[in-house]
Nanobody, 127 residues
Framework: QVQLVESGGGLVQAGGSLRLSCAAS????????MGWFRQAPGKERESVAG????????YYADSVKGRFTISRDNAKNTVYLQMNSLKPEDTAVYFC????????????????????WGQGTQVTVSS
């Protein structure tokens, strides 16, 4: 049984920082690409960032480039999302997800490439 558990969300002022974590179990973590998505009220879930199974390749949505950094620690089965210079428009529930195929990367922003999702963690940025 694959489980993804996010943590690290909260309330922060604009310009502040948060670090999200996602702990994975039930799969050989080091062989799967991981992604972060977010969903704001009334909006569709959108891709934020992705990282290949090796960590050698990353992807960022244009809206977060230069402000967010995705990383992973395969020894800890954890993927991170460091969020700096946060804006009110970053307010959303953030989800991590794991690719359905091993040793595959690319198409990081395609939700259909992911088959398990965490429960989400709320990030609220006040102006």
């Amino acid at each position: 049984q694959v489980q993804l558990v996010e943590s690290g969300g909260g309330l922060v002022q604009a310009g502040g920082s948060l670090r999200l974590s996602c702990a994975a179990s039930g799969r050989t973590f080091s062989t799967y690409t991981m992604g972060w998505f977010r969903q704001a009220p009334g909006k569709e879930r959108e891709s934020v960032a992705g990282i290949s199974w090796s960590g050698g390749s990353t992807y960022y949505a244009d809206s977060v480039k230069g402000r967010f950094t995705i990383s992973r620690d395969n020894a800890k089965n954890t993927v991170y999302l460091q969020m700096n210079s946060l804006k009110p428009e970053d307010t959303a529930v953030y989800f991590c997800a794991i690719f359905r195929r091993r040793y595959y990367s690319g198409s990081y922003n395609n939700r259909r490439e992911y088959d398990y999702w965490g429960q989400g963690t709320q990030v609220t940025v006040s102006s």
